[in-house]
């Protein structure tokens, strides 16, 4: 076991790099690591519906042979509102947790996004899922916890989940997932963490250890070969890259990783939508240097070089000030590099590194505040070339795109859970719309599909409004038109976004927003006091509507 605070080793870099980066090749992820599959199942809705007597639904993009997609909504009648949901990353299955008495629906996809089965089983008092928390990348496993608390992984495919080091103890929390293998934390009195991994594919019960510190970050490299933990903050920040097969120590060196929001005095689990701390290939990692530049590690070689530092001023297209420090940074699906930095205490602005030609771009007007939210899965060509660059901003809590040319766009929302696609658009779920009646309007859940900007006259512009960003859907084969439903009581939902908490529930009743809790709130805890709980949806004695004995389930091989 390596202790992070003993310091850093020979391979360490203990200041800031002074080579400016050269061009590289950051690669391309693949599908359901950094975003989804455009085709399939993209969201899963459990909520009061007028299409149905209980109210969950699917949401597929449905594609036909030329290419040619469109949105389906497919009822899910067994589950009632407020459901907990889970979709996962692999795309192939939804599971849900019936609110009314515990039981477990199994639904099962196939490649195109066509139901081939549905099945329930009761949750045994001792097996089984009682809370979804998460889904692997690029995987059709799950991590959930069972009724005492207690983490497991769960296979769609079976009814029991296997527990994840239950030699730990019951108050071990989840630090990260890769595409086989989890990240998994134990909370020490002194404020110091411990990181295990766990193959949960091969072998869930037996964890590794692998560093004790004050540890901030955990993420997974492209194929789960590497784990990378960011311990500490500020000038006692560091960065330590490990084997994952071996635990051997790989890299070293002083900075931090910033591809995701702080959350409890930590950086979450959940990076922005559509970034990752480290490269498609693997093989660069975007880090925060101790005096707040933003600098690229290239892991093959030990050696760091800076995208943009904190003294510098701006040259060419680049905004003519300085960037006090970095608040976020990581990859794009497809290697871009988006960032987000601050001057002084209250100035904040964004922009994108193309890392293939070293080229520097602004994002959104020079009026100060924009903060990142999310981005597109895709601002290149398939030869890599940048077609135009934009992402969607946050400001003052409404949600709107800027773009290269200092340009901002339309509004597109205030409360938004965006669903990274592959796809040039960013994709979101919007629970604050409004559906507006011949006498009255009424708070709505959308679908909004934000489409890229466009060039024109040589300038790029964001042509489409914010009406034009609800799309249309198709429910049984008849087009429905915008998908716009009515909020009322509960609500859970999941998109299967890769690295992301399996869904987010609120009540649409509240005035300032209906979304309060997700899955991750327990693992983001910090107190080793405090044991990992929650309510369960169902009654103690296995009483109530669903859920009195196991049911071999409705397994109609039906296409649907």
Not at 219 to 241: E, R, Y
Not at 300 to 314: F, M
């Given at each position: 076991m390596i202790a992070l605070a003993v310091g850093l080793g020979p391979a360490a870099c203990v200041a800031d790099p002074m080579v400016p980066c050269g061009a590289f090749e950051p690669g391309d992820a693949a599908d359901n690591t950094v975003v989804r599959a455009f085709e399939g199942p993209i969201a899963a809705i459990a909520m009061k519906d007028p299409d149905s007597d209980n109210g969950a639904f699917v949401l597929r993009n449905l594609c036909d042979d030329d290419g040619e997609c469109q949105l389906d909504k497919l009822m899910l009648p067994e589950l009632s509102p407020g459901?907990?949901?889970?979709?996962?990353?692999?795309?192939h299955f939804l599971v849900g947790i019936d609110q009314r008495g515990g039981t477990v629906w199994t639904y099962e996809f196939d490649d195109a996004g066509r139901r081939v089965s549905k099945n329930k089983t009761y949750v045994d008092p001792t097996q089984g899922p009682a809370q979804l928390v998460i889904g692997l990348r690029d995987s059709e496993l799950l991590v959930v916890r069972d009724r005492e608390g207690r983490l497991g992984v769960y296979r769609p495919t079976k009814q029991v989940a296997s527990p994840i080091a239950p030699d730990l103890g019951d108050s071990l929390r989840l630090a990260a997932v890769g595409e086989r293998w989890v990240a998994v934390r134990v909370l020490h009195a002194d404020g110091t963490q411990t990181v295990y991994v766990v193959d949960?594919?091969?072998?869930?019960?037996?964890?590794?250890?692998?560093?004790?510190?004050?540890?901030?970050?955990?993420?997974?490299?492209?194929?789960?070969?590497?784990?990378?933990?960011?311990?500490?903050?500020?000038?006692?920040?560091?960065?330590?890259?490990?084997?994952?097969?071996?635990?051997?120590?790989?890299?070293a060196f002083t900075g931090e990783l910033i591809s995701s929001r702080e959350r409890n005095d930590r950086r979450a689990v959940e990076e922005v939508p559509g970034l990752h701390a480290i490269s498609p290939s693997g093989e660069q990692l975007a880090y925060r240097t101790p005096s707040g530049s933003l600098a690229v590690r290239?892991?093959?070689?030990?050696?760091?070089?800076?995208?943009?530092?904190?003294?510098?001023?701006?040259t060419g297209a680049e905004p003519s000030r300085n960037a006090s420090n970095h608040a976020l940074a990581g990859f794009g699906a497809d290697g871009m590099l988006f960032a987000e930095y601050t001057v002084g205490s209250t100035d904040s602005f964004v922009y994108a590194y193309d890392p293939r030609h070293q080229q520097i771009t602004p994002l959104g007007s020079e009026e100060a505040g924009w903060h990142l939210a999310a981005v597109p899965g895709r601002v290149t060509d398939v030869f890599g070339e940048v077609t135009r660059l934009w992402a969607v901003g946050v400001r003052h809590g409404s949600h709107a795109t800027i773009g290269e040319g200092r340009i901002d766009g339309h509004t597109v929302g205030r409360e938004l859970t965006f669903m990274p696609l592959d796809d040039e658009a960013v994709w979101a779920i919007d629970t604050k719309d409004e559906l507006v009646g011949d006498r009255r309007s009424e708070r709505a859940l959308s679908v909004r599909r934000v489409a890229p900007p466009e060039w024109k006259n040589g300038a790029l512009r964001f042509e489409q409004g914010p009406d034009d960003q609800v799309i249309p859907h198709v429910r049984d084969g008849d087009n429905q038109g915008p998908l716009r439903v009515p909020l009322s009581g509960r609500l859970c939902l999941t998109t299967g976004v890769p690295g992301a908490w399996a869904y987010r529930c609120g009540d649409?009743?509240?005035?300032?927003?209906?979304?309060?809790?997700?899955?991750?709130?327990?693992?983001?805890?910090?107190?080793?006091?405090?044991?990992?709980?929650?309510?369960?949806?169902?009654?103690?004695?296995?009483e109530g509507d669903g859920g009195t004995e196991p049911d071999s389930g409705d397994g109609d091989p039906t296409r649907d």
């Open positions: 459901s907990q949901v889970m979709l996962t990353t692999g795309g949960v594919e091969a072998d869930p019960e037996r964890p590794y250890r692998v560093a004790t510190g004050d540890i901030q970050s955990v993420v997974f490299g492209p194929g789960d070969a590497t784990v990378v933990l960011s311990a500490g903050t500020g000038v006692d920040a560091s960065v330590m890259v490990f084997d994952v097969g071996n635990r051997e120590l790989l890299d290239q892991l093959l070689t030990q050696s760091s070089c800076i995208v943009r530092n904190t003294n510098r001023l701006g649409s009743t509240g005035t300032r927003a209906a979304f309060t809790t997700d899955s991750g709130t327990q693992e983001q805890n910090n107190d080793p006091n405090v044991r990992p709980e929650f309510d369960p949806p169902f009654p103690d004695q296995g």
